[in-house]
DNA sequence: CCCTGAACCTGACCGC
DNA sequence: TGCGGTCAGGTTCAGG
């Protein structure tokens, strides 16, 4: 019984996790929660009083996994390498499995992650309002994330338009793989400041941001390097990068070498042709 | 307030 | 084979 998140979890990621996790554990009530590692981003925080508590609704927000108990909330960051299954009680631990919430009819939530970038934490309050989530920016697939929108906000920003959509604050669950991704499919290079691009090369970049995120979820997540699906098939996804991690290989469209320049410290590959006309004519 | 860079951590990978 | 160095990634926080 596996169910759900693989490396590196972005928002589909995060989306088919919840997908994959909400009828397993939805209604049913908590009979245990095992903490083995506690020390994950941030000490993982979970009151043993929501023992006993039913799972009303699971939901996200960004990457933000929210598993509401009426009496409050647990919210849950996979981090880099966080991913949870679903097992059986007896399941053997493995290494980096630092938490267990076990269900009623014996469904066990098993929280696993390499690096421990992820947190779990609860909120007595609405979840939207807690420190880590209240300052969020506009979910991707909502109506109010649009040209408008980034357009106005970009204008009095300094920094690369990279960085701007990468920016949480701004918008979530464009990382650094969907961000390189959109920016190529918008013909922008990832340099150029966001207080220079047009209306039109925001319309681009929302619309691929939009496709790319739209069609990640329908696939089921990303995929990177070794990722395997549930079913054992190779991940599909990592087929249609076009820029990421392909530095110096050969653009797919024109087959320009592909460069790669850091943009607050991250490495952005772009097509130097692909993205350098279409983005000087659209300033 | 705005922005950049450091920090957190481990596994994969590369060169010797 | 093994070791050390480098890199990757999301997010927050310290500091310029």
Known sequence: MILAGECLPELPEVET?????RPWIKDRKIQSIVVRNPNLRWPVALPDFLVGSKVL?????????????????????????????IVNPGEAVRTHDHLDIEFSRGIVLRYNDPRRFGSWHYSEDDPLDHWLLRKLGLEPLSEEFCADFLHRKSRSKAQSVKAFIMDGNVVVG??????????????????????????????????????LLTDSIRIGGTTLR????????????????????????????????????LVTQRSSVYCPRCQSDRSKRNL
Not at 232 to 258: D, H, W
């Open 17 to 21: 996790t919840l997908q994959g996790v």
């Open 174 to 211: 464009v990382g650094n793989i969907y961000a390189s991704e959109a920016l190529f499919h918008a013909g922008i290079r990832p340099t150029v400041k966001a207080s220079r691009l047009s209306f039109a090369s925001y319309e681009n970049i929302v619309k691929a941001i939009k496709r």
């Open 226 to 261: 070794d990722f395997v699906s549930p079913s054992g098939q190779p991940g599909y996804f990592q087929q249609t990068l076009n820029v990421y991690g392909r530095e110096g290989k050969p653009c797919k469209i024109c087959s320009a070498t592909l460069k790669k320049v």
């Open 57 to 85: 609704e699971v939901w996200r927000r960004g990457k933000y996994l929210i598993i509401d108990l009426g009496i409050g909330s647990v919210i849950a960051h996979l981090g880099m390498s966080g991913s949870l299954r």
